[in-house]
């Protein structure tokens, strides 16, 4: 079993940054996988990043390739997510997951799921 826990959300304007964090309370070795999901107003939950806990491999959607960056630090079983050059599209609640293989952009595809926190951008 896994217990996810976000952070960092809240507002920020158009151009600026946020750095989010999850914090796991266990991992897979060898082949376990954190993922960052969004659900805009009125819009079904996206992929937004992925990155396994061995190698780090990073994987983005387009729509936020070259503003976000994911990264984590296996000594404190924590994922984060940074992103720059906000747009007001961003604005959603964000959410990281986890997966027992390796990354994946599938939303059914990850077993446990953090509470999210609210990011808004305004313009």
């Known amino acids: 079993q896994v217990q996810l826990v976000e952070s960092g959300g809240g507002l920020v304007q158009a151009g600026g940054s946020l750095r989010l964090s999850c914090v796991a309370s266990?991992?897979?070795?060898?082949?376990?996988?954190m993922g960052w999901f969004r659900q805009g107003p009125g819009k079904e939950r996206e992929f937004v990043a992925a990155?396994?806990?061995?190698?780090?491999?990073?994987y983005y959607a387009d729509s936020v390739k070259g503003r976000f960056t994911i990264s984590r630090d296996n000594t404190k079983n924590t994922v984060y997510l940074q992103m720059n050059s906000l747009k007001p599209e961003d604005t959603a609640v964000y959410y990281c997951?986890?997966?027992?293989?390796?990354?994946?952009?599938?939303?059914?595809?990850?077993?446990?799921w953090g509470q999210g926190t609210q990011v808004t951008v305004s313009s």
């Open positions: 990155v396994s806990w061995v190698g780090g491999t990073p």
């Open positions: 266990r991992r897979t070795f060898g082949s376990g996988a």
């Open positions: 997951a986890s997966r027992l293989g390796a990354t994946s952009r599938a939303t059914g595809s990850y077993d446990y």
